[in-house]
């Protein structure tokens, strides 16, 4: 228990749960959005394509749909609260994420798969609704550092798992289990979520917060999110696009093996391996940005990170000969990209509902959350009907992820915000 002047405020034990179920939600949300990427060529082969553009679509609507339902998926967090408002993203992914089962052919996929991505913003603007109504302040980056661990987990498990649940080249196995994971969440989900404590968890819950589309085009007039709106299209921009179109910018993993393992094996391990680094960034970097209550000095570390790690990854695919050699540089790599890169979501999320307040926090999350699927599908767009070259495609991650640098440090930090 803590206090703010004379106002006490109390944390509750269920916070774990309701966390857990949130995070298990969004995993398998997560999941069904990457399950093509990581099994191209066999998604090819199901679905009865010669080109990878529509396999890539199936994640790219994701974001694209994103783009749209942003605004109406915070109005309806803010409207029915964190249980129902998320609810919605939860029964989407649930229903069509079984329907995606029933047939092979590929225009129904792309409905079902559409259907589950109108569910994604209603899961992912709810990370700081979550922490803020149920976590202490020391807790928050925390809090939402897990909720974003269980998103990377999502992207790991699609990446790695997928190809081993599709020996061969029929996918409906695979899309039975996920979807039906989707529609048991859904029912627990519904049943045991609660909305918020009986009392308040600190002093950012304890105010009254109202969706207002005037109010929240406010947002704009503050400096420091300008910033964060950059750092995030370009940062979790350049993460979703090389999350989507890894079998295009990695060339040199075409039709290679390594043991017994074949080329989407590959692409699964060395996505999942990006992914472990995340979970484990996300964790620790925002640990420490809980306790010493700084932001600001952990992005700028994600921004150069960021820049110098993707022209690490360049420098391999180009000039690193030997395959074993180059894959296993790609794997390390890949580690440190996730550890000290996708960190950068939590702390900046956290940020955001901190220097926004007391506007709601599904607000300034839906809006970063928002940025960053627009810029991946600049990016995606690039590698997909752009110069189709995995060098430039490195080149220009690379150069914008510079960008991010110059902006982070003309922010703020925490203190300039504290709460009165």
């Known amino acids: ?17 309701v966390l857990l179920l949130f995070g298990f939600a969004t995993l398998i949300n997560q999941i069904i959005w990457i399950t093509f990427a990581a099994i191209t ?7 009865g394509k010669t080109k990878t553009t529509p396999i890539f679509m199936l994640s790219l609507v994701f974001m694209l749909v994103y783009i749209i339902m942003n605004i ?26 079984i329907l995606r089962a029933v047939s092979d052919q590929y225009h129904w996929v792309l409905i079902f798969q559409i259907g589950c991505a109108i569910g994604q913003p209603f899961l992912l603007n709810s990370f700081t609704k979550v922490s803020a109504n149920w976590f202490g302040a020391e807790e928050k ?22 190809p081993f649940l599709v020996p061969g080249t029929d996918l409906t196995l695979m899309l039975y289990i996920y979807g039906g994971i989707a529609l048991a969440m859904m029912v627990i989900y519904l049943i045991f979520v609660r909305d918020k404590p009986p009392t308040p968890a600190n002093a950012y819950s304890d105010v009254v917060k109202t969706f207002d589309l005037r109010g929240t085009f406010d947002l704009f007039k503050n400096k420091d999110f300008n910033i964060l709106l950059v750092l995030f299209l370009f940062g979790a921009g350049t993460f979703n696009a090389v999350s989507t179109v890894m079998a295009d910018l990695f060339h ?10 074949v080329a989407d094996d590959l692409y699964g391990i060395l996505g ?31 921004a150069i990170s960021g820049t110098v790690l993707t022209l690490a990854f360049f420098i391999v695919e180009k000039y690193v000969a030997n395959f074993v050699i180059q894959y296993a540089l790609h ?9 000290l890169l996708i960190s950068a979501l939590p702390v900046g999320l956290t940020f955001a509902a901190e220097i926004t307040h007391p506007m709601p926090e599904e607000t300034s999350n839906g809006w970063l959350m928002w940025v960053g699927q627009v810029g991946g599908v600049i990016l995606i767009m690039i590698a997909m009907f752009g110069i189709q070259s995995d060098v430039f495609n490195f080149i220009i991650y690379a150069a914008i992820m510079f960008i991010t640098i110059i902006f982070s440090f003309f922010m703020n930090d925490l203190d300039a915000y504290k709460l009165k």
Request: with cysteine.
């Open 1 to 17: 228990m803590n206090s703010v002047g004379t106002t006490e405020y109390k944390v509750y034990g269920y916070r774990w749960i």
């Open 41 to 47: 060529p066999k998604a090819m082969d199901f679905y």
């Open 72 to 97: 109406p998926a915070a109005f309806a967090i803010d409207k029915f609260g964190l249980k129902w408002g998320t609810g919605i993203g939860v029964i989407l992914t649930g229903v069509f994420g």
């Open 141 to 162: 980056a925390l809090a939402t550092s897990l909720g974003t661990a269980f998103v990377l987990l999502g992207v790991l498990l699609g990446m790695f798992i997928t």
């Open 252 to 261: 040199s993993i075409f039709d290679k093996t390594l043991g017994p393992l």
């Open 272 to 302: 999942g391996i990006m992914i472990v680094g995340g979970i484990a960034g996300a964790i620790i970097l925002s640990t420490i940005s809980d306790k010493i209550q700084k932001r600001k000095r952990f992005l700028i570390i994600n």
């Open 331 to 339: 794997c390390v790599i890949g580690f440190v990209f996730g550890f």
